[in-house]
């Protein structure tokens, strides 16, 4: 029995402490000193068979041992539902990944090293390594995510370069090499690959798929995912706004392609116009919007891969979101599966 030791021990008074600052905080009044010896001892874990023999050291009875057990139950470690695997976090790596850490351990009550290790296992696809796509892989290998793969041919060049896309040096290198630099000069050693050279049967077991765009999002490239069954999620950024859909579960939630034909519905010019912005050379990613994209899709994809782990997501996860530029709104938005899509029929 272990209290997480992220949730720091705070002193409301001298007599009431606080175990944790969020929801699950534990407020523990009228403490005696034996009580308080007890949760010190319930900081540094105590094995099950030991807890009698404590007990009795501090001159506790069993009960009021039991009762102080329970009452700091929310802020109790548990074990991981995550199978033991092969892989050991470098020790420059957990220096680095301490707030992922201790994040992870609050997210799932566990101990954080253990959501991570089970990220090293999983691998993400981001199809387009331009700035956002960049951020976005930083960001999961940050989190400890194992595998990055990209179909991304193309090289770097000046519109890629800057305070949040490349480093100058690495023009005129392919995007996928240079982010593979980037990464080796980092603790965090995620293995990056391109797309192209994994069997099918290995793509159809990624964890889930990014796709990054500019105004509307080129039909083929979610079919591709939809057909394998993958999970994706999808960054789109427009002329008002910065999109982050929700995590696209093919056979569950509705697909993109019912939020095509929504988008019909409501506007029945709206193909013939998309045909028009998807050759448009115009680009809307800028700062503010690629980290908030990034951000919110670094989240959505960690609840996804933790949940395949075994970890708890919590309901919910499952909308978008969108940033608003002109007036700093974020709104959440989902849509419903359309009567016309494919996806209904599978149902
Ligand atoms: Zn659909």
Same mark, same amino acid.
């Given at each position: 029995?272990?209290?997480?030791?992220?949730?720091? /021990?705070? &002193?409301?008074?001298?007599?009431?402490?606080?175990?944790? *600052?969020?929801?699950?905080?534990?407020?523990?009044?009228?403490?005696?000193?034996?009580?308080? +010896?007890?949760?010190?001892?319930?900081?540094?874990?105590?094995?099950?068979?030991?807890?009698?023999?404590?007990?009795?050291?501090?001159?506790? *009875?069993?009960?009021?041992?039991?009762?102080?057990?329970?009452?700091?139950?929310?802020?109790?470690? *548990?074990?991981?539902?995550?199978?033991?695997?092969?892989?050991? !976090?470098?020790?420059?790596?957990?220096?680095?990944?301490?707030?992922?850490?201790? +994040?992870?351990?609050?997210?799932?009550?566990?101990?954080?090293?253990?959501?991570?290790?089970?990220?090293?296992?999983?691998?993400?696809?981001?199809?387009?390594?331009?700035?956002?796509?960049?951020?976005?892989?930083?960001?999961?290998?940050?989190?400890?995510?194992?595998?990055?793969?990209? $179909?991304?041919?193309?090289?770097?060049?000046?519109?890629?370069?800057?305070?949040?896309?490349?480093?100058?040096?690495?023009?005129?290198?392919?995007?996928?090499?240079?982010?593979?630099?980037? !990464?080796?000069?980092?603790?965090?050693?995620?293995?990056?690959?391109?797309?192209?050279?994994?069997?099918?049967?290995?793509?159809?077991?990624?964890?889930?798929?990014?796709?990054?765009? $500019?105004?509307?999002?080129?039909?083929?490239?979610?079919?591709? &995912?939809?057909?394998?069954?993958?999970?994706?999620?999808?960054?789109?950024?427009?002329?008002?706004?910065? &999109?982050?859909?929700?995590?696209?579960?093919?056979?569950? *939630?509705?697909? !993109?392609?019912?939020?095509?034909?929504?988008?019909?519905?409501?506007?029945?010019?709206?193909?013939?116009?998309?045909?028009?912005?998807?050759?448009?050379?115009?680009?809307?990613?800028?700062?503010?919007?690629?980290?908030?994209?990034?951000?919110?899709?670094?989240?959505?994809?960690?609840?996804?891969?933790?949940?395949?782990?075994?970890?708890?997501?919590?309901?919910?996860?499952?909308?978008?979101?969108?940033?608003?530029?002109?007036?700093?709104?974020?709104?959440?938005?989902? &849509? /419903?599966? $359309?009567?016309?899509?494919?996806?209904?029929?599978?149902?």
């Amino acid at each position: 029995m272990r209290i997480n030791p992220n949730q720091q /021990p705070l &002193w409301r008074t001298p007599f009431e402490m606080q175990l944790g *600052t969020g929801k699950d905080s534990v407020i523990l009044k009228n403490l005696t000193n034996a009580q308080e +010896r007890m949760i010190a001892a319930l900081y540094n874990g105590i094995a099950d068979q030991q807890l009698s023999h404590i007990t009795e050291q501090l001159g506790l *009875t069993n009960d009021e041992s039991k009762r102080l057990v329970e009452s700091v139950g929310e802020v109790m470690l *548990t074990e991981s539902p995550a199978k033991p695997n092969k892989i050991k !976090l470098g020790d420059d790596f957990i220096a680095g990944a301490f707030a992922e850490i201790i +994040r992870a351990s609050l997210l799932h009550s566990v101990d954080g090293e253990a959501v991570l290790l089970g990220r090293a296992e999983r691998s993400v696809h981001v199809d387009d390594l331009s700035r956002a796509g960049l951020q976005i892989c930083l960001g999961l290998a940050a989190a400890g995510i194992g595998h990055l793969i990209s $179909h991304d041919e193309a090289k770097v060049d000046k519109a890629n370069l800057g305070p949040t896309g490349f480093p100058s040096q690495l023009i005129g290198q392919p995007r996928l090499d240079a982010l593979r630099s980037i !990464l080796a000069a980092s603790p965090n050693k995620a293995l990056v690959s391109t797309g192209k050279k994994l069997a099918k049967n290995r793509l159809q077991k990624i964890d889930c798929a990014v796709l990054v765009s $500019h105004q509307v999002i080129d039909p083929r490239r979610y079919a591709t &995912w939809n057909n394998r069954d993958v999970p994706h999620i999808a960054v789109t950024f427009d002329a008002e706004r910065v &999109w982050v859909s929700p995590m696209i579960v093919p056979g569950q *939630t509705a697909c !993109l392609f019912c939020l095509e034909q929504m988008r019909t519905d409501a506007d029945s010019s709206w193909p013939v116009i998309a045909t028009q912005l998807l050759t448009s050379q115009k680009r809307f990613d800028d700062a503010a919007s690629q980290l908030f994209a990034a951000g919110i899709v670094i989240q959505k994809i960690l609840s996804r891969v933790d949940k395949v782990a075994g970890f708890e997501q919590a309901a919910e996860n499952l909308s978008g979101f969108s940033l608003e530029l002109a007036t700093g709104a974020v709104s959440e938005f989902t &849509w /419903p599966k $359309h009567e016309a899509c494919e996806c209904v029929a599978k149902d």
